[in-house]
């Protein structure tokens, strides 16, 4: 068995990294690298294809087949490093080998969570074909529930290292090409960094030049260090918006308006809000800004490129939608709350944590299980939850204003 020393950067929002455990097995080989293992072949049919972009929750997705299996839904989330994620349960019934074990280091909470890396074989999207791939297992469902999807795995920025690869949020297709390449004076191109396998860019913020992540796994707009929060001057005080969730830790995300501009490829958003949490140390722009663009990936050439369809008008940082503000753990055939957002539209219908959730929408907690449980507390105009509170059963009705 294997172990390797790998630098990753894994699911939505979170920063992991990769380091090596040292118990458990004997002397390994050691294979060092600056980025995850990539595929030992990428093979693109015509050179050219497309397929469906589809949804996880918020994160985009494809349908893909695992060594002619499936097809299965994979989120597709540019910054994670890791060539492929896939979920425990998935890795077990497809009987994938395991080569090495490693232990990630949550660089939001500093918790470390354990991975095996194990040999997974070939993956298909459309007509690209991508072989020899070594991916990481951990269980996603709590992740795949907080999504309501029934997701395999997450696809990460390092499968697409060897091709150009585009996200087109207007058209709903992604496309995966060899023989193409962006060229550096062509609209929209802006130097693409990919040290460690995340997709990085510089955006500028009141003339100064930032680097940040280009997140397609985050739900959010644009995130800054806390520190550099901290010294902006805004419209107003900052505000807790929303919360973001790793694979081990749950933080507060805090929003104000900036006063002046963020300029990214080209393209200005004026007084633009800017979001941050107590334990940011990086920069961070996901769905909110992303989603107006069409994106294109050339890592063979360290380029990058957003679009925008004719006739669009500005750009603008999507207002965030209407959370729930809960967290809820499934605890063996039960489901917790384990916190409930002050001024959340739960906390306001009266839901608090530690309440025990018996039915939601009428159905019964045992019906809802991993994703199902999720697409029942997707925002709709009202939710009805059934909690038991200290043996006594309460129905509350969340309203989403």
Not at 148 to 169: E, N, P, R, Y
Not at 193 to 205: F, P
Not at 374 to 389: H, Q, T
């Amino acid at each position: 068995m294997r172990k390797k020393n790998i630098l990753l950067a894994l699911v939505p929002i979170a920063l992991l990294i990769g380091v090596h455990s040292p118990s458990g097995f004997a002397e390994p080989e050691r294979v060092e690298m600056t980025r995850p293992a990539t595929p030992t072949a990428t093979v693109i049919e015509g050179g050219r294809t497309e397929a469906r972009l589809l949804r996880a929750g918020h994160i985009p997705a494809v349908m893909a087949t695992v060594n002619g299996k499936g097809p299965y839904l994979f989120a597709v989330d540019t910054g994670t490093s890791a060539t492929l994620l896939v979920d425990s349960a998935f890795a077990e019934e497809h009987g994938f080998e395991v080569v090495g074990e490693m232990m990630a280091r949550d660089g939001m909470s500093g918790a470390e969570v354990p991975m095996s890396l194990m040999e997974v074989g070939t993956l298909e999207i459309g007509g690209a074909r991508f072989e020899g791939l070594v991916g990481s297992s951990h269980d996603f469902s709590p992740i795949a529930t907080a999504l309501g999807a029934d997701m395999a795995g997450i696809i990460g920025f390092g499968l697409f290292s060897d091709c150009v690869f585009t996200v087109d949020f207007h058209l709903n297709k992604v496309v995966i090409e060899d023989g193409a390449a962006l060229a550096h004076d062509d609209p929209g191109v802006v130097p693409l960094i990919a040290e460690i396998g995340i997709a990085d860019v510089s955006i500028e913020i009141n003339g100064e030049q930032r680097r940040t992540h280009i997140d397609t796994g985050s739900r959010g707009g644009v995130m800054v260090s806390n520190d550099y929060f901290e010294g902006l001057e805004f419209t107003s005080e900052p505000r807790v918006v929303g919360q973001g969730r790793t694979v081990s830790s749950v933080f507060q995300i805090f929003q104000a308006d900036l006063v002046g501009s963020l300029r990214i490829a080209g393209f200005t958003v004026d007084d633009p809000p800017l979001q941050t949490s107590k334990i940011m140390d990086h920069g961070n722009v996901g769905m909110q800004l992303l989603s107006n663009f069409t994106l294109t990936f050339d890592q063979r050439n360290s380029l990058m490129r957003f679009e925008r369809p004719r006739g669009a008008g500005p750009v603008k940082i999507k207002e965030p939608r209407k959370r729930l503000g809960i967290q809820p753990s499934i605890q063996g055939d039960r489901v917790m709350l384990d916190a409930v957002m002050t001024g959340s539209p739960a906390h306001a219908a009266g839901l608090r944590e530690g309440d025990r959730i018996v039915a939601i929408n009428g159905k019964p907690i045992a019906e809802l299980r991993g994703p199902a449980l999720g697409k029942e507390m997707r925002v709709r105009p009202s939710i009805v939850f059934v909690v038991d509170r200290g043996g006594e059963e309460r129905t509350i009705t969340v309203t989403m204003e």
